[in-house]
């Protein structure tokens, strides 16, 4: 059985007994590791010294153990806590859109799939979120960069019934379904629908578009109105690609 220390953040933790915890990981080179960790809740002083700082959701820390390809589920032998992002216990906000990302995480990746850049986005996300005048830019990026990482990125320079090239226009539609933009036509909109067409603004594409090109909106002329329909536009993309909503979405969709 192969053993394992790796970086990890913590992104859900559920409780399996008085004195262990099931915990869900992401690792920097192992991906997402579901883990058993016996007795990380005693006080003993060898449970204290093999899980120093506890395993909390939302935390990044060196994490020790052994993969079971046959059970599914690590066995967790030592933590040992780097960073526990205190702006999580002191700002609701932040705290919500750290679960989200923790949420989203956890459901678009698969098990023992190494994602070194999905970690590397998540950590600066967890990280960024501790300020509030920046959260809605670090969140945008997190989401385009994960959806990049995870091969579902929705195309922006074509037409995605057929390719041909979008004209510069006020609005375009977004269909979650075929993953990309579509030429407004014009027409009226039927009614909601799960999977679009949505009609979205050019301003909130062009956000887009600047980080699919590595360009950054900062000091533009962007505002955070559009950088948040632009996080609300990826959210509901998400939403429609996993076919279900995850319980923290509404504080992306709703904010």
Not at 129 to 145: M, T, Y
Not at 227 to 239: E, G, H, I, K, P
Request: with cysteine.
């Amino acid at each position: 059985m192969p053993r394992i220390k790796d970086l990890a953040i913590v992104l859900r933790e559920t409780d399996w007994s008085e004195t262990s915890q099931i915990v869900t990981l992401l690792t920097q080179a192992h991906g997402l590791v579901r883990g058993l960790a016996k007795g990380a809740k005693r006080q003993a002083p060898s449970s204290v010294q093999r899980y120093s700082g506890g395993l909390e959701p939302l935390t990044l820390g060196q994490v020790v153990g052994t993969l079971k390809p046959a059970t599914g589920l690590a066995t967790l032998t030592e933590w040992d806590l780097l960073d526990p992002y205190p702006h999580f216990h002191r700002d609701l906000q932040a705290l919500h859109l750290g679960l989200y990302v923790a949420d989203v995480t956890a459901a678009f990746l698969a098990d023992h799939d190494p994602h070194p850049a999905s970690f590397a986005a998540v950590r600066t996300a967890l990280s960024g979120l501790a300020s509030a005048a920046e959260r809605a830019g670090v969140l945008l990026r997190f989401q385009w960069s994960f959806l990049q990482d995870a091969g579902l990125a929705p195309r922006l320079d074509a037409d995605v019934r057929g390719g041909a090239a979008l004209p510069e226009a006020a609005t375009y539609l977004f269909d979650a379904r075929a993953g990309g933009l579509m030429a407004d036509d014009g027409r009226p909109e039927a009614g909601w629908s799960p999977t679009g067409p949505w009609r979205v603004r050019h301003q909130t594409i062009d956000l887009l578009r600047q980080l699919a090109d590595g360009r950054d909106w900062a000091g533009t002329a962007a505002g955070i109105a559009g950088v948040q329909r632009a996080n609300r536009l990826l959210c509901a993309y998400m939403r429609s690609t996993l076919d279900r909503e995850l319980p923290t979405m509404r504080f992306v969709l709703e904010g």
